[in-house]
């Protein structure tokens, strides 16, 4: 177990390894599970996170009466995909959307894995940073926190760094560090904290070029990166409670 009193590490392993003992995990996916997840929490969609993008997710959703999120290259009209901007152009009062399982072979399924494990997980992106690691800190006291950036995969499964959520764990850090210092944090949590700080005044320009705002730009969804790049935009902290992502509260931070 870490000694650590705030850890950072990468992916479903790095999860496992700095999530023992902690009293919050951030979970950090910007593009964009977890940037998707806030704007649907923002919006009063309860969000389940899946780790299968596959015809298991159909019936998970129709048990629990939730529209499934489906890729973004199949959505039709009125459909929630995992684009953030989907869900800020759909009528959620309409189509009666309160609940919304949420496929992602990264963020979501290292929710489930440390939701299994018995973490509180907590959903962090750009948007919600500061509120979420106030909210954190206010409830954590003297136990550790742990932040996972989730990265992307390369085409033979491993793990792909995604710088995106490297300035994202660093966001989250970074009022971490306002509110209590630095004492006790693991070399990769301050490195991660220096990461966001070195791009924090043009975090919009250096998240459009990075390799997953540049793909998805490429694919007609700059929007997507628009959404994600709203530093400071949500107050609003998803927290997973009986597989569910619901409002742990609205902080004013």
């Not at 992602?104 to 894995?113: D, M, Q």
């Not at 979420?132 to 491993?158: C, F």
Request: aromatic share 8%.
């Amino acid at each position: 177990m870490s000694v650590f009193r705030v850890r950072f590490d990468w992916g479903p392993i790095g999860a496992d390894e700095v999530a023992p003992g902690a009293a919050y995990v951030a979970v950090v996916d910007v593009l964009s599970f977890t940037t998707t997840l806030t704007v649907a929490v923002e919006q009063g969609i309860s969000v389940l996170p899946y780790r299968w993008r596959d015809d298991s997710a159909v019936a998970v959703a129709r048990r629990h009466g939730a529209m499934l999120a489906v890729l973004r290259s199949q959505a039709g009209p009125g459909q929630v995909t995992l684009s953030p901007e989907s869900i800020l152009h759909t009528d959620l009062e309409a189509a009666k959307i309160d609940r919304l399982v949420l496929p992602s072979p990264n963020g979501s399924a290292i929710s489930v894995r440390l939701a299994d494990a018995g973490c509180t997980v907590v959903g962090v992106c750009l948007r919600n940073a500061a509120a979420a690691a106030a909210w954190v800190w206010e409830r954590a006291g003297d136990r550790p926190v742990a932040v996972v950036a989730a990265g992307e995969r390369w085409p033979d499964g491993s793990l792909r760094p995604a710088i995106e959520d490297l300035w994202g764990a660093g966001a989250f850090l970074a009022r971490l560090a306002d509110l209590d210092g630095t004492s006790g944090w693991s070399p990769e949590a301050v490195t991660a904290l220096a990461a966001y700080r070195g791009v924090a005044g043009r975090i919009r320009a250096e998240l459009r070029e990075s390799v997953s705002g540049r793909e998805l730009r490429a694919n007609g969804f700059e929007g997507d990166v628009l959404v994600a790049a709203a530093v400071g935009a949500s107050p609003v902290v998803p927290v997973l409670r009986d597989g569910w992502f619901v409002p742990g509260g609205s902080f004013a931070y």
